[in-house]
């Protein structure tokens, strides 16, 4: 590998570091303990969001899986089943979790790139029958990080909304990329906290704060979610330094985020040039997920990447998966357009 060449951490949008703003914050931020409700900053965080998103209340936790496992838990009960995305994040990715911490069962639907519609759902949620357990939730991912940063608009979540009322379920969004479908949707937040009975909002992705999201909800499910969340282990102390990192994250890196996706796109449309890329999803966000053909393999694809100072993650069969992120400058990006151009 060329020593002059920047390493280039396309692997995921996690892998970000505080910026000197950010550190900044961190550092000045005024805390106390937060299981007693007086870390002032911890609870500015979740004023912020719950504002923002029109809700009545938030609660500050250590990671997305956290705030998705508590949601799941508040909105359901043991036998009861949930119905998500066969690709979704809470089924796939966070190790069996709602069958260890909720006692439910999933529903799997085939969207379309994770997406789901209501005309989907209706048929597949259970009647009042004994041999059947309970549909009681509906969980949506938006951006759907297995649909390449698919998203959706308040136009197709509506109409699941409505469904979920008149079959009395409820209604989760696993919201890890919720400002990368903002920003290019244009939509109110404030829809989002009308029609979802909960929100998982993560700080640590496109956002770039070190770690934590925040589950919003209504009063009642808020007040559930923190004798959750004790259980689970995940009470703060002093968690205003972290917490200062996300307020920061909202006032300084949503707009941004454009940029991330401008660059992803950079890199699909590059892709979709090269022999032995075989296909390649839109790059609607700031995810890139391409498939390569069979004669080459995944792994030694990304060593080969490796070497050249580009670091992407496999992502399935044949499937690569190259994140962008505030870390990821321009010239970072000419680097892998040209890297890609030259490997084989």
């Known amino acids: 590998m060329n020593e002059n060449k920047m390493i280039v951490d396309l692997r995921s949008d996690t892998v970000t570091r505080p910026t000197a703003g950010m550190l900044e914050a961190m550092f000045s931020a005024k805390v106390g303990d937060d299981v007693f409700g007086e870390d002032e900053t911890v609870n500015a965080l979740q004023n912020k969001l719950s504002d923002l998103f029109g809700m009545e209340d938030a609660l500050f936790c250590p990671s997305g899986t956290m705030t998705n496992q508590i949601g799941i838990k508040c909105f359901t009960n043991p036998m009861d089943e949930v119905i998500c995305d066969e690709t979704a994040h809470v089924y796939r990715y966070e190790g069996g979790g709602i069958a260890f911490n909720s006692s439910a069962s999933v529903r799997l639907l085939y969207g379309d790139r994770g997406r789901l519609n209501a005309d989907l759902i209706e048929p597949n949620v259970n009647p009042d029958n004994v041999h059947y357990p309970k549909s009681s939730l509906v969980v949506l991912e938006n951006t759907v990080n297995r649909g390449g940063g698919s998203f959706y608009t308040l136009d197709q979540i509506e109409p699941i909304y409505h469904l979920c009322r008149v079959k009395n379920m409820s209604l989760h969004l696993d919201g890890a990329r919720i400002f990368n479908a903002l920003v290019e949707t244009g939509d109110d937040p404030k829809e989002y906290g009308r029609m979802f009975d909960g929100i998982s909002v993560c700080l640590s992705k496109g956002l770039g704060a070190p770690v934590g999201s925040v589950l919003l909800g209504s009063k009642e499910t808020i007040q559930k979610a923190k004798r959750i969340r004790k259980v689970f282990g995940g009470g703060w102390r002093q968690a205003g330094f972290l917490a200062a990192a996300g307020i920061y994250a909202l006032d300084h890196h949503i707009k941004r985020l454009k940029d991330d996706h401008k660059n992803a796109k950079i890199l699909a449309e ?4 090269l022999p032995y890329v075989k ?17 080459h393999d995944p792994e030694e694809f990304v060593e080969k990447l490796s070497n050249y100072g580009i670091k992407g993650n496999t992502f399935g069969k044949q499937m690569i998966r190259f994140v962008t992120h505030l870390d990821i400058s321009d010239s970072m990006i000419d680097q892998t357009v040209q890297t890609l151009k030259k490997i084989h």
């Open 270 to 273: 590059t892709l979709m040039s």
């Open 279 to 295: 296909s390649c999803m839109p790059a609607d966000t700031n995810i890139v997920i391409f498939e390569l053909h069979e004669k």
